[in-house]
């Protein structure tokens, strides 16, 4: 049997055990990835094991944030942990928006661990064709 071996796991697990979760005053971050698709961007937030009210995102100017916290699942007193590595706490991204987005028709979607927000291009981004007109006839002033 082959067994696949990341050594920077050990480090990633001995950073989170000397920092401790997230919290509110220090939360840790989350993965995202963003791409534009057609007239929106899309961000798209990983968020496994976090309900979905225990999600707030907030937009002030052109600041959008998003904050999330995963608790940890209720479970009978006689239980005795035997591993932890799935990360709780606080999970906080802050991205800087564009003047050229809609800030007003942000829409979030969270579906299977996954939170994605779809940001409007505003309309006066958007490309345009301007009609050239043609110079206008010469009007001979009589008295």
């Given at each position: 049997?082959?067994?696949?071996?990341?050594?920077?796991?050990?480090?990633?697990?001995l950073?989170?055990?000397?920092?401790?979760?997230?919290?509110?005053t220090?939360?840790?971050?989350?993965?995202?990835?963003?791409?534009?698709?057609?007239?929106?961007?899309?961000?798209?937030?990983?968020?496994?094991?976090?309900?979905?009210?225990?999600?707030?995102?907030?937009v002030?100017?052109?600041?959008?944030?998003?904050?999330?916290?995963?608790?940890?699942?209720?479970?009978?007193?006689?239980?005795?942990?035997?591993?932890?590595e799935?990360?709780?706490?606080?999970?906080?991204?802050?991205?800087?928006?564009?003047?050229?987005?809609d800030?007003?028709?942000?829409?979030?979607?969270?579906?299977?661990?996954?939170?994605?927000?779809?940001?409007?291009?505003?309309?006066?981004?958007?490309?345009?064709?301007?009609a050239?007109?043609?110079?206008?006839?010469?009007?001979?002033?009589?008295?």
């Amino acid at each position: 049997m082959l067994m696949r071996t990341d050594p920077f796991r050990e480090l990633d697990r001995l950073s989170l055990q000397l920092t401790g979760p997230g919290t509110w005053t220090r939360p840790s971050t989350m993965a995202m990835d963003a791409y534009r698709e057609g007239d929106a961007y899309v961000v798209v937030f990983d968020l496994p094991g976090v309900s979905a009210d225990a999600i707030d995102i907030d937009v002030e100017r052109n600041m959008l944030t998003v904050r999330a916290e995963r608790r940890p699942a209720a479970r009978a007193d006689d239980v005795k942990m035997e591993l932890s590595e799935r990360p709780l706490g606080v999970f906080s991204r802050q991205i800087m928006l564009a003047d050229t987005l809609d800030t007003e028709g942000i829409e979030a979607d969270y579906e299977a661990g996954v939170l994605t927000l779809r940001i409007p291009v505003a309309e006066r981004a958007k490309p345009r064709k301007i009609a050239v007109g043609g110079a206008a006839a010469k009007k001979e002033i009589s008295g």
